[in-house]
């Protein structure tokens, strides 16, 4: 960056082929070895199921979802690739929308900073519909800017056909359209397109883009407005909330959230002197940011929107190259032109280090095996890996013949079924009992739309299935809960085998279950085992004997064994039968085979086990054969002489 006038060069764009190939390599690479996550992998079911609008969005993401499998086949990388061609082309989208604005040299600076807002420079690794929505609000930026400077009525054209676009892929795309209506009416300089027959046209193009939203929700009850406006938010004041403005500097790096949000208010006070093509893209940010900033301690802070302000700091990068070049003419002024541009410098450098950091760290899910044993256990996040073992591991399981003839598989959650559909090709019906995790998405409108709920479960009458549920998700009240239900739907459910991945961290259970809708009270339900242990607690230092004590209940078949572990190894088998009628009363236990003998004890020597801190387990095996590890805590063993 230079340390001389404001006036010159940035000195950033020789970098830019290098740092967009850097981005789009990491990318490319990530895209093909990293599975798809749960909101990639339904837009991609939904693809499987043509429609203009499905519960929760419009068409476009599932488009172009289904658009890449239908040229690439059915793979992750398939399923991103018009996403990854789209966040990919954003730096070029913003050079052309800023390049009749500004310098030739400041639209490539604008281009180049794309590659330092980390989020940003993020677009079209996950198949979201993010991606497509920040294209086409770029894009409409854009033809808006050119229709209402060139009155041209190609560019209204275009600017209704984006538009009709956008609210064809997300409903936040209203919030640019809200924008530019507000910038038509504030400006004086634009009352007169009101009057021109190119702006009329984009509005119907725009109309027409509403159908597939407006058709669906009045069609089904409004439920994707009422998810989005409703369900989704709990529309009480959250004082995590206020900590919006601290997150977003976090998320965009400080020091680049402060030159943007400088920007904004330079493009403000430059609108309200009359300069409307800077209004147009004040108006954007404005009422993007605004609208997040002020709604955050309202709205959902559970499920991830932490990105959504992005749509407003795009078009401030049109306008940041100036924006530096203000700062570093009154840094200079200040301190001395040198350090004003290294400052300038360490700004620019943290957004592309943070750019790569949330690359890095995505696709740090594909390296489990290697970096696991380096960070240890709860680290690494595996919700984009292991879907590909386990679609190898059901296509195993169908094939074999002790398994009999299984029809369709039924699955816990549903993006567990979505995986398994992409895994298999299809090849077998999947249907979900998921009344947890659908809903809170807002799915499960639309897995009843598809028939592939629990109720289109229940009419497959007769027929026998593979039962799958995502251990590593559910605590073991909630898993007693899933197995429960799902016993309902068959004459008899029985346990197969489990899958344990990435140490333990991802968990699968199978079950077989035959004859759908037969009687099932007169088997019994092959319920989890839940257990407690009494004695040592937490931190405890043992002495001379390690005694260990508690309960385990099993209200299905039973408890068959429980071993302990200390550090991973096991180091004898507890004792089961222990008379515990208190956790009969306080657990109000009914049907496990055991009760009231519900209890266990173990004893071992303190000279037997290594002295220092080490961790203690229990595994317990029940009478179906399923198991389970539990009790986990901390002890510490006295050191010996």
């Known amino acids: ?77 398939a399923v991103r690739s018009l996403f990854l061609l789209m966040g990919s082309s954003i730096p070029f989208l913003v050079y052309w929308v800023a390049l009749p604005l500004m310098p030739r040299q400041q639209a490539r600076e604008a281009a ?169 893209f004040a108006l954007l940010a404005l009422v993007n940011l605004g609208v997040y900033l002020v709604l955050a301690p309202w709205t959902d802070s559970t499920r991830t929107s932490i990105h959504w302000p992005l749509s407003g700091y795009l078009p401030l990068l049109l306008f940041l190259p100036e924006t530096l070049r203000d700062l570093h003419a009154r840094l200079s002024a200040r301190i001395s032109p040198a350090a004003a541009a290294r400052l300038l410098v360490l700004a620019v450098g943290m957004g592309f280090t943070g750019s790569l950091i949330a690359l890095l760290g995505v696709g740090s899910q594909s390296l489990q095996d290697q970096l696991r044993p380096l960070l240890g256990k709860g680290v690494l996040s595996n919700k984009m890996a292991g879907w590909s073992e386990l679609g190898t591991h059901v296509r195993e399981l169908l094939n074999r013949s002790d398994m009999g003839d299984v029809a369709l598989i039924v699955t816990d959650n549903y993006y567990t079924g979505a995986q398994l559909e992409l895994s298999l090709e299809r090849d077998i019906p999947v249907y979900n009992i998921d009344d947890d995790k659908a809903a809170r998405d807002g799915r499960a409108f639309q897995y009843a739309l598809w028939g592939n709920n629990q109720e289109g479960l229940a009419s497959k009458v007769g027929d026998s299935a593979l039962f799958i549920t995502e251990d590593s998700t559910l605590t073991v009240p909630d898993k007693i809960t899933v197995l429960s239900r799902a ?24 079950y077989h279950g035959s004859n759908i809708g037969g009687d099932s009270t007169t088997n019994a339900c092959p319920r989890p085992s839940l257990g407690w242990v009494d004695q040592p607690a937490e931190g405890a230092t043992v002495e001379d004997v390690l005694t260990i004590s508690g309960w385990i209940i099993n ?83 006295a050191e010996r002489n």
């Open 112 to 280: 180049t900073l794309t590659l330092c807002l980390p989020l940003g420079a993020f677009l079209g690794l996950l198949a979201v519909p993010d991606v497509p929505l920040l294209f086409f609000g770029v894009l409409l930026a854009g033809c808006l800017e050119r229709a209402t400077r060139l009155d041209s009525l190609k560019f209204w054209i275009a600017t209704g056909l984006v538009a009709a676009l956008g609210v064809s892929t997300h409903y936040r795309f209203a919030l640019y359209i809200v924008a530019a209506f507000i910038y038509l009416l504030v400006f004086r300089d634009q009352h007169r397109h009101w009057k021109n027959p190119g702006l009329w046209i984009a509005v119907a193009l725009l109309i027409i883009g509403l159908y597939p939203a407006v058709a669906f929700n009045l069609g089904n009850q409004l439920s994707g407005i009422d998810y989005h406006l409703l369900e989704r938010h709990p529309w009480e004041f959250q004082l995590e909330g206020l900590l919006h403005p601290l997150k977003q500097a976090v998320l965009v790096t400080p020091l680049l959230y402060v030159a943007l949000l400088y920007t904004l208010l330079t493009l403000l006070r430059r609108a309200c002197q009359g300069d409307s093509r800077r209004g147009l």
């Open 1 to 77: 960056m230079t340390n001389t006038t404001a006036s010159h060069s940035l000195n950033i764009t020789r970098y830019f082929f290098v740092g967009f190939l850097v981005i789009a390599a990491l990318k490319l690479v990530f895209a093909a070895v990293l599975d798809l996550y749960s909101d990639e992998i339904f837009y991609w079911q939904a693809s499987t199921r043509p429609a203009l609008a499905y519960s929760d969005l419009p068409f476009m993401a599932a488009l172009l979802s289904g658009t890449g499998t239908f040229l690439l086949g059915h793979s992750a990388f």
């Open 555 to 637: 209200e299905g078949l039973g408890v068959g064994t429980i071993e302990v572990l200390i550090d991973d190894i096991p180091v004898g088998m507890a004792e089961y039968g222990t008379a515990r009628p208190d956790v009969v009363t306080a657990m109000q236990v009914l049907s496990d085979p055991n009760a009231p003998n519900l209890g266990f004890e173990f004893s071992v020597e303190g000279s037997a086990i290594p002295g220092g801190e080490v961790e203690m387990s229990l595994r317990t095996k029940g009478v179906s054969g399923e198991t389970q590890n539990f009790g986990t805590r901390k002890i510490e063993i």
């Open 487 to 510: 016993c309902t739907q068959f004459a008899r459910l029985e346990f197969v085998e489990q899958l344990t991945l990435f140490d333990g961290e991802k968990a699968f259970s199978f």
